[in-house]
């Protein structure tokens, strides 16, 4: 047949030596590709040659620019070096870079893909000396709640975490900066689904949107949280005393004639004007903010105590671990309502 | 327990288009999900505002996701939605110069979506967009914008006109264009008014106006945009709507393919269809066309704008125009190696026309003769040169002077090819039009001739030719055909004098071009008159003329046919100029002569006639566009040689590739099948599975002699009745 002759042929020369020649350039491969090329110059990148080791400085700040690298293992590495270099740092000295340059490169990776990454950043985060981070917590809301309405449930489950974390580092902070407390509010009621009557129900899906993550019991974890938030925010100020006894101090240190002076004297506070929100958008009614726990309190009785009280109330129904955690939310809960406006 | 892995874990969890595939079909049992979603949105919007340049992709789902997604829902949840459309013109009004392109893209794609899901009225849509439009320095978000908005106002006009849209968006850009004039920005205005009006979209005075007021700017590129679109705007249109009406319906080939193919209800159903549309289209042909007002006839005071414009850009000599001021502003610029020299030879001779006095463009040609043509110059260039200027004296002869004239015929005797068919075009020119300023050697016989005999002579500055009808002559010529035709066939003289009535029916026929020849074909009644006088010259035209006044006139034919006799050999002009005065000329009259000039042009086409090098085409008129192709001429000819690989590309330019070399029968099989016809019974026995045919063969093999008989006769007798069924009338 004339074309297995013609195929028989084709087969043949594939194994057909070349033929050489003496005095002439060996013929060049098929697949040979020319990667010769002219440049005026030639620019060797600059390679680390010294012989000093960086300080430990360097270093930090070397991986603090990694963690926006692709790779989550990289991401993960990093955070852990920053985390143990923060914790093994002598007492009592100064973070090695200020928490204002940390914060925006450590906030995106709270949205991060990967389970690692986060927890390795919650530990980094926990790391951080409150005082430093009470004047940030503007900045850490919005990721928080972000995280929080993530429809990844691990990514809610951490920034949960991460909530409670900075309730415990900043309370106060937390519940009263622009935005904190409706919106906040607000993002908590959606991950447990207790927003409208119907999805409180106990026939309803629970958490409905997303799927659910690798770790086990959200819910409880979210109802924690919620308690410590509902503490900061509407709970009963078991500290008064404390502040009288602040304000004894502080009459104490002014001598004889001048009675409370500190209240006329410039607030110690980092950003004593915010409220006045001076070169900010304007804000409305959910990014205001609710500095007292008065207006906290009214806020709350309004908006969300029925759809709270609801929500309660089905998950005591449903009992097991879940009724348990409800239970710290409804004893918090009974206290503010007990206390009520204020005095 | 194994560890599930989990890979791609961001597009298992993070699934915003499951969500949203699910909300759309249930808005209501998603809703605490889109909530959730929504306070999500509003974090990273919180997150974006405070740092609107710095913003990054953050984890799996990015702001932009997440606009995507709020935007494809947006209509399912009104109430939760109040404010989002606003808080994207925000984002965008506010930040557009810094945003990544992406989301820049996202948030003007999420905007118009809103528009057309009715969460946003058109009017806050286009405020938007056009700010942008005009002040951002990105040319992507223009080109997106510009589209954006075109594509929105014309679905809000597409079923009835939104007068009130229209009126806003019309006034946003007058007041663009009169608010600046010196700035480009108007440039958006034009684009815009110009693209919608081509569109019919708007047609009415206040476009004009933007145009109007746009070609009085001080910006250039804003004029010529604005006289561009008085020059061409309805021309423009017209291709616009031929575009859209191109997809033709072969009629012919679906009836003829319903007759053969197999007949389904489908294939009835499209036939009817394609059927209908051609009807459509048939009779939208036949309507009137809807008026279509050109642009200036929509002008409040045309005359006023003409001499407005005028005088800001044309005798203002600051002006940095280049319209009829060309004239001026070329003199100064003309270097050969100018990029684009020849368009600017050829609009110049272009604007030049016989009125325009010679010593405006006596300096120029200088100036072109000095430049271009020179033996030092190459080849192309003094082509180049030289045919612009033959271009010039063909609308204005008297611009050359005798000299010059007689220097650039010279160049007759080049070894460029182009160079000598360039003069010697001009040569043939002024052989035509001014022999005597011509070397007596280089006239010619014609010429020569003439200029003795006196009848060439030079025209005068602003002096006109008589008009004619063209192609007068053609008709006249084949009038007289037939009439000697009809005449050889009632048998009588072929010069004699026809019967003035029976011409007379013939011409109030003529009149009425559609009506059936059946009532001037009875011709039984012959009246002869008795006072029939006899004629000898063609006497055509009388005709035509009414009995009432026959007499007199008969009487001054008589006489003009005595005159014409004595000069035979005056110009055939006059003759024809008779034909057109005389006589009325029908509607029949009109049609046979569009014919008639249409198949000179034909035969003058097929014949090839070897014209003169140089010399103008036949079908070309001094009216007709000019381009620069044409004032490059035969430059190519003296164009180097070409090396070996051209010369190879060239031969191999029309060839096909090696693979569509085919035998005929493959190609006319490939043929067959493009036209959807089947094969032949031979190609399918061919064709046919070898599988197939296997049991017959077999079966073949095994009958006996008695059966091959029977099978040999029955296929004899078969061929011979021809075919199973026998040829019919056997």
Redesign the interface.
Same mark, same amino acid.
């Given at each position: 047949m004339g074309a297995s002759a013609k195929r028989k042929k084709e087969r043949q020369q594939d194994f057909q030596k070349p033929k050489l020649k003496v005095g002439k350039a060996r013929a060049k491969p098929d697949n040979f590709t020319d990667t010769s090329f002219r440049s005026k110059a030639i620019v060797l990148t600059q390679q680390s040659l010294q012989l000093t080791a960086p300080t430990s400085n360097a270093v930090f700040s070397h991986h603090l620019s990694l963690l926006t690298s692709k790779s989550d293992s990289q991401r993960r590495d990093s955070l852990a070096h920053l985390t143990s270099s923060i914790a093994s740092r002598p007492v009592n000295s100064p973070l090695p870079q200020p928490v204002s340059v940390m914060l925006p490169s450590l906030l995106p990776l709270l949205l991060d893909g990967s389970n690692n990454v986060r927890t390795q950043l919650l530990k980094l985060l926990r790391t951080l000396p409150s005082s430093d981070v009470e004047d940030h917590v503007v900045q850490v809301l919005p990721y928080v709640r972000a995280g929080m309405t993530h429809l990844a449930a691990d990514i809610r489950v951490t920034s949960v975490e991460v909530l409670s974390w900075l309730v415990e580092a900043a309370g106060e902070q937390v519940v009263s900066c622009a935005g904190g407390w409706i919106k906040t509010m607000n993002c908590f009621l959606s991950v447990l689904g207790w927003h409208t009557e119907e999805s409180a129900r106990w026939s309803s899906n629970r958490a409905s949107f997303g799927k659910s993550g690798s770790q086990g019991r959200p819910m409880v974890k979210v109802l924690g949280a919620l308690a410590d938030f509902l503490e900061a925010g509407v709970g009963e100020p078991s500290t008064g005393n404390v502040e009288q006894q602040i304000e004894a101090d502080v009459d104490s240190a002014w001598p004889f004639p001048l009675c409370q002076t500190g209240h006329h004297m410039v607030s110690d506070s980092s950003a004593p004007y915010t409220y006045l929100n001076l070169f900010g958008q304007p804000r409305d009614a959910e990014g205001e903010m609710y500095e007292t726990r008065e207006d906290r309190f009214r806020v709350f009785a309004t908006r969300f105590l029925p759809a709270v009280d609801r929500g309660l109330k089905s998950a005591r129904e449903e009992g097991g671990e879940l009724g348990r955690a409800s239970s710290g939310v409804s004893k918090v809960l009974k206290g503010a309502l007990s206390y009520g406006p204020g005095p | 327990m194994v560890k599930?892995k $989990?890979g791609a @874990? !961001?597009k298992? !969890? *993070? =699934? @915003?288009p499951n $969500?949203q595939h699910k909300i759309r079909r249930d808005p209501k049992s998603? /809703? +605490? =999900?889109f909530? *959730?979603?929504h306070?999500?949105y +509003? &974090?990273?919007r !919180? /997150?974006f505002? &405070?740092a609107p340049t &710095?913003a990054?992709d953050?984890? /799996? /789902?990015s702001l932009r996701d997440l606009i995507d997604f709020i935007t494809h829902v947006a209509d399912c949840y009104p109430e939760i939605l109040k404010d989002f459309p606003q808080q994207l013109i925000d984002m965008l009004m506010q930040h557009h110069l810094v945003l990544e392109p992406e989301l820049r893209e996202k948030l003007v794609g999420s905007i118009v979506l809103l528009r057309k899901k009715d969460c946003l009225d058109s009017p806050t849509l286009l405020h938007t967009l056009f700010p942008i439009l005009i002040s951002t320095p990105s040319k992507t978000l223009r080109a997106l914008l510009f589209q954006k908005i075109l594509s929105e106002l014309r679905t809000s006009n597409s079923k009835t006109t939104n007068h009130k849209l229209n009126r806003t968006m019309q006034t946003v850009l007058f007041n663009l264009v009169t608010s600046d004039r010196t700035s480009s920005k108007a440039l958006w205005a034009i684009k815009l008014t110009r693209e919608l009006w081509k569109r019919q979209i708007w047609t009415d005075s206040k476009t004009v106006e933007i145009m109007k007021e746009a070609s009085l700017s001080e910006n250039e590129k804003v004029i010529i945009g604005g006289v561009r679109f008085f020059l061409g705007g309805d021309k423009e249109r017209e291709e616009m709507e031929d575009e859209s009406s191109d997809e033709e319906v072969d009629v012919a080939g679906i009836k003829h393919r319903l007759g053969i193919n197999k007949k389904t209800k489908k294939k009835a159903r499209v036939a009817q269809k394609a059927m209908q549309a051609h009807r459509k289209k048939e009779k939208k042909k036949n309507q009137p066309h809807a008026l279509n007002f050109s642009a200036l006839h929509l002008l409040h005071d045309p005359q006023g704008f003409a001499e407005n414009l005028f005088a800001k850009h044309l005798q203002n000599t600051r002006s940095k125009l280049k319209l009829e001021q060309k004239l001026c502003v070329l003199q100064n610029s003309l270097p050969p190696r100018q990029p684009s020299v020849t368009s600017f030879l050829a609009s110049l001779a272009q604007a030049s026309h016989d009125l325009v006095p010679p010593d405006v463009l006596e300096p120029l040609i200088q100036k072109i003769a000095n430049e271009f043509v020179s033996e030092a110059s190459a080849g192309e260039v003094a082509t180049a040169g030289l045919n612009a200027i033959r271009e010039i004296c063909v609308r204005q002869p008297l611009a050359m002077n005798e000299t010059l004239l007689q220097d650039l015929v010279m160049y007759k005797k080049s070894k460029d090819k182009g160079v000598m068919m360039a003069s010697k075009g001009l040569l043939s020119l002024y052989r035509d039009v001014g022999a005597s300023m011509l070397k007596k050697r280089d006239r010619g016989k014609e010429a020569a001739m003439g200029l003795r005999s006196g009848d060439r002579e030079q025209r005068r500055f602003g002096q006109e030719e008589a008009g004619e009808i063209e192609g007068l002559e053609l008709l006249e010529k084949w009038k007289e055909e037939e009439r000697r035709k009809r005449r050889l066939e009632k048998g009588l003289a072929s010069d004699a004098e026809d019967d003035d009535e029976e011409d007379e029916e013939d011409n109030w026929d003529a009149w009425n071009v559609e009506d059936d020849d059946d009532s001037s074909v009875d011709g039984e009644w012959i009246n002869v008159e008795s006072d029939g006088e006899i004629d000898i010259s063609d006497s055509e035209d009388e005709g035509k003329d009414r009995p009432s006044k026959k007499a007199k006139q008969d009487a001054e034919k008589a006489e003009e046919k005595v005159e014409e006799k004595k000069e035979e050999d005056a110009p055939r002009q006059s003759a024809f100029s008779k034909l057109a005065t005389t006589r009325i000329l029908t509607p029949a009259d009109l049609a046979k002569l569009a014919e008639l000039r249409a198949q000179a042009s034909l035969e003058s086409a097929v014949s090839g006639n070897k014209r003169r090098p140089g010399q103008l085409p036949q079908s070309r008129h001094t009216d007709d566009p000019l381009t620069a192709e044409e004032i490059e001429g035969l430059a190519a000819l003296s164009a180097a040689k070409l090396t070996r690989e051209e010369k190879i590309a060239h031969a191999k330019e029309g060839k096909t590739d090696r693979a569509d070399h085919k035998s005929k029968e493959a190609k006319r099989r490939e043929r067959k099948e493009d036209l959807g016809k089947s094969t032949t019974n031979k190609e399918k026995a061919r064709k046919k599975n070898f599988l197939m045919t296997l049991g017959k063969a077999r079966s073949k093999n095994k009958r006996s002699l008695v059966e091959t008989r029977a099978v040999l006769k029955a296929h004899h007798d078969r061929k011979k009745r021809g075919g199973k069924r026998g040829n019919i009338g056997n």
């Open positions: - | 599930r $989990l @874990l !961001e298992v !969890e *993070a =699934d @915003l $969500l998603y /809703i +605490e =999900d909530r *959730a979603q306070y999500q +509003e &974090s990273h !919180e /997150i505002m &405070s &710095s990054t953050t984890g /799996i /789902i």
